[in-house]
């Protein structure tokens, strides 16, 4: 018998109990399904059995992990139901591209067309599947039985995966006789998968799946076109370099074209910047480029390749830092927990900023502010501005596509860009990277190198960002009249070396622990590289280090 101990109350369970049958008995007194308990802290599927005595605590959907660990079994749900539609070779073609708002975009590239018809079909044979409550199996295989059994499959991407991997087993999932690796905890059975929708997106479908915050709640899927195309333009840049999934990366590095891949990649992201430049130059009327986008989208790096891309038109390009107009420390709105919220709007004077960038507009010179970070105090130390016919102001901040930023500016004179690291690289084609993961990374790695942040103090505050983000930066991205993709392909093989160390740094008693772990497991799918090769005007710079711009 162990002894469960739940909410403070302790009951004892005969060994080889499954904690979904734990999970049963407090079901009802919880809002939310169980997807997950963890087990003396550690996480656990529920198709996992007790064996010793343990504090177990209830994962549910409403919360992140849990949320995640249903989009993953959804997937998983879905390219087996398409599978069992148009045959066994769509396994290797139904690719997981990305995620716009609440719907995953999967790609699909078989002998047939993705249409209402079919979308329906697939739907349907989900809601059996989910119907008949199967089991979706976790079995743990030898590397060599797991490549076998995939390259049986057709499945090369993951046989190119698993290639790399220096663990001796890996879990393989099985639901009704389909096999697929994913990466993450899963359900137990389809029975918890009640909640989806399939309808076709371009060239395939767009499984809609419920918000976190409404788990239990279908909700229509609103296009956001502009973001969707940014991602798109990811995916045929990593088509065009043939390099989609992290094995084909790995294959690149060991066959030594890292450095052409890292040139052509350059290439790609400095031609957009130019077409950015071009389109900013050829509109009448701009004086303001406003920048915005989420922590670590490498705005900074990108401001200054813009304004010199901008120079090449004739431009005299100004940057401006929003956060210069940050408000004295002691007006800062705070969270609830009491500490400073310097991620919502009123955090910054937005009153002076415009009075500042009309009084520009109008030819009048202006006393420009640099906020001191150390004292919370706005300072003027004597820098004037007064524009003249060919000068244009880049201006950077996490509220730049805000009305509310600009609200005394015509929209005219305003030029909206929204950038981001979307990243586009998958871990194999059911196993989308999270482009949180990556800004995650990029930030930890430059919090330790320029202000000596612990990634246990990065892992803390992240959730309070991801917030911010949510709150103040996402629900505007749409207005912006270009969106630019800053995530580089090879990023994440040149940011491991740096990364690793700062997470195997955090102990196995503290919170953050298995978020570390669980981005070490992550990072060990790839190959690292050397930053050497990198240009010093890299958007990666600005992370790593050696950038040629004061980022």
């Not at 798109?232 to 066959?255: H, K, P």
């Amino acid at each position: 018998m162990a002894k469960i101990t739940i909410d403070g109350k302790t009951m004892e369970y005969i060994d080889g109990t499954t904690f979904e049958e734990i999970a049963g008995g407090y079901q009802a007194e919880n809002d939310n399904l169980i997807a997950l308990v963890t087990e003396n802290g550690k996480i656990r599927e529920l198709s996992k059995t007790v064996s010793k005595d343990a504090t177990v605590e209830f994962i549910k959907l409403d919360d992140a992990i849990g949320h995640k660990t249903y989009e993953r079994s959804a997937t998983m749900l879905f390219v087996k139901a398409l599978s069992d539609i148009v045959g066994d070779k769509i396994k290797s073609k139904a690719k997981v591209e990305f995620k716009v708002d609440h719907g995953i975009y999967i790609s699909c590239k078989g002998e047939y067309t993705p249409s209402e018809e079919l979308a329906k079909k697939v739907e349907d044979r989900m809601t059996e599947l989910v119907k008949l409550n199967l089991p979706i199996v976790k079995h743990s295989y030898p590397i060599a039985e797991a490549v076998k059994l995939f390259r049986n499959q057709g499945m090369k991407d993951k046989v190119d995966l698993f290639k790399f991997r220096q663990s001796s087993f890996v879990n393989v999932y099985c639901l009704d006789g389909y096999y697929d690796y994913f990466y993450g905890y899963m359900l137990p059975s389809t029975g918890y998968i009640k909640y989806f929708q399939v309808i076709p997106y371009e060239n395939g479908f767009m499984l809609v799946l419920p918000h976190a915050k409404t788990p239990t709640t279908k909700s229509p899927f609103e296009p956001k076109e502009k973001l969707f195309n940014a991602l798109l333009t990811g995916t045929d840049w990593s088509s065009q370099l043939d390099i989609q999934t992290v094995g084909d990366l790995n294959n690149e590095i060991c066959a030594g074209n890292l450095e052409q891949l890292i040139l052509v990649q350059e290439a790609l992201q400095e031609r957009r910047i130019g077409e950015i430049a071009t389109q900013i130059a050829n509109r009448d009327g701009v004086k303001f480029v406003m920048i915005a986008g989420p922590s670590s989208s490498g705005k900074t790096s990108f401001s200054h390749r813009l304004s010199i891309q901008l120079k090449t038109h004739g431009l005299n390009p100004h940057p401006i830092a929003c956060d210069d107009y940050f408000v004295d420390r002691e007006k800062t709105p705070r969270l609830p927990n009491g500490d400073f919220d310097f991620e919502c709007i009123e955090a910054i004077d937005t009153e002076q900023f415009n009075k500042d960038m009309l009084d520009l507009l109008e030819g009048k010179e202006v006393q420009m502010p640099t906020f001191n970070f150390k004292t919370g105090k706005r300072e003027y130390k004597g820098n004037t501005l007064k524009l003249k016919p060919d000068d244009i102001l880049v201006i950077e901040g996490i509220h730049g596509l805000n009305q509310k930023m600009s609200y005394a500016l015509p929209n005219e004179s305003k030029f909206k860009i929204y950038i981001s690291a979307l990243t586009t690289l998958n871990i194999d084609e059911h196993n989308r990277i999270p482009t949180t993961d990556g800004r995650l990374i990029r930030r930890m790695v430059r919090d330790f190198r320029t202000r000596g942040a612990s990634a246990k103090r990065t892992i803390q505050m992240w959730p309070n960002v991801r917030k911010g983000e949510e709150k103040y930066i996402f629900p505007y991205q749409e207005g912006a009249d270009v969106m630019f993709n800053s995530a580089l392909i090879y990023e994440l093989a040149a940011l491991k070396q740096y990364a690793e160390p700062l997470l195997y740094s955090i102990g196995e008693d503290e919170p953050e622990y298995y978020e570390a772990k669980r981005m070490l497991k992550f990072l060990g799918y790839f190959l690292s590289i050397p930053t050497d090769q990198l240009p010093n005007n890299s958007i990666c710079r600005e992370f790593v280090g050696g950038s040629i711009f004061p980022v």
